[in-house]
């Protein structure tokens, strides 16, 4: 079996990252895994060179910090011949009704006359990393279930087509913390690229932070602590926050609290202690770019090879060489 996973540095890692996917991939350790740090996904939006390179080592430093393999981890463009290759051939497996279905493009480009056209084809790069790997498991959140669904179509249609190529993958998704919630806004999900909002916590925030995000928390006036996700998203996502952290259920969390200031507190005190040995790991891993730089080409060396007979084949049968 082989688990494959990214995530894009579009921003710095917040707790929905590290709890619906990051903590998930570190914690069930497997010889042939293979999780990145998605920096041309970052490409769809604009965004600053500098600001790229810079995001793009923190959050490789957090998934080694999380405890992944040194051997399970490498930066996307590292391979982006390979993948530029592989995209190109599955968007022409891909309808245009297909892409422009996503939920994300809807949300954030459809109708945009000025939107990146690599925002429509985004989710086909998606696959094209799933495919080109020969991933079984995608692990991930549940905002990129339906990413993971058009790599499954896309494998199936091109493996009928041409021949059998490519492994159809399917998505993994976590049955607590999948769609952790802005603290500020529960209608939204916890999103690193809103960073004017004080409802995302960041794993690399100072406890400080953290406690003051928590103690501004929405929740409602109900004054009851149940889960109960329609009527009381705020407080619904502070449990399900505990629970992943603690290793309940929110229905089990709901007990340990009788106050929404009590609540605050205890959830707060545990993502602080939760984040507290992240934290500390991932600023040494960058105090030592020397050490970084050489896992880095180690994984883009082993995640080339891996690549390289799939993508032949791949040429082979649609007749491309
Ligand atoms: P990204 O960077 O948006 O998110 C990385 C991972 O974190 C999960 N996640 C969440 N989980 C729970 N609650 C939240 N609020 C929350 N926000 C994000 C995401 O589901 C994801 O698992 N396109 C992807 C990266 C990617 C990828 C891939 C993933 C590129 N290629 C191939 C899987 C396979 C992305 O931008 O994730």
Request: aromatic fraction near 6%; include cysteine.
């Amino acid at each position: 079996m082989t688990r494959l996973s990214g995530i894009t540095p579009s921003g710095h890692v917040q707790l929905g990252n590290y709890l619906g996917a990051v903590r998930r991939w570190a914690a069930e350790r497997e010889p042939e895994d293979l999780f990145f740090v998605s920096d041309l996904h970052a490409m769809t939006t604009p965004n600053r060179p500098q600001r790229l390179r810079a995001l793009t080592r923190e959050q490789f430093a957090v998934l080694l910090a999380a405890g992944i393999d040194p051997d399970s981890v490498f930066v996307q463009s590292d391979l982006a011949g390979e993948l530029g290759a592989l995209n190109w051939i599955l968007e022409c497996t891909c309808s245009f009704g297909e892409a422009a279905r996503m939920v994300e493009f809807k949300e954030r480009g459809a109708g945009q006359d000025g939107s990146r056209v690599g925002l429509l084809t985004y989710p086909v790069l998606m696959a094209a990393d799933i495919l080109l790997q020969g991933a079984s498991q995608v692990p991930v959140g549940s905002d990129q279930d339906q990413h993971v669904e058009l790599a499954r179509t896309l494998a199936r249609r091109f493996n009928s087509h041409y021949g059998q190529v490519f492994v159809v993958p399917e998505a993994v998704v976590p049955k607590t913390a999948a769609r952790v919630r802005d603290l500020a806004d529960p209608g939204r999900k916890m999103e690193k690229s809103s960073p004017q909002s004080p409802g995302v916590v960041f794993v690399l925030d100072e406890p400080d932070v953290i406690r003051r995000k928590f103690r501004r928390a929405v929740t409602d006036g109900l004054d009851r602590i149940r889960y109960d996700p329609d009527d009381q998203p705020g407080v619904a996502n502070l449990l399900e926050i505990l629970a992943a952290c603690t290793g309940t259920s929110p229905y089990t969390a709901a007990g340990s609290t009788s106050t929404y200031a009590e609540l605050k507190d205890v959830v707060a005190e545990t993502v602080i202690e939760e984040l507290r040995p992240l934290r500390r790991r991932t600023l040494e891993l960058l105090d030592d770019p020397a050490e970084l730089d050489r896992i880095r080409s180690h994984g883009a060396k082993r995640a080339t090879e891996r690549a390289q007979p799939r993508l032949q084949a791949a040429f082979h049968v649609t007749g491309l060489r």
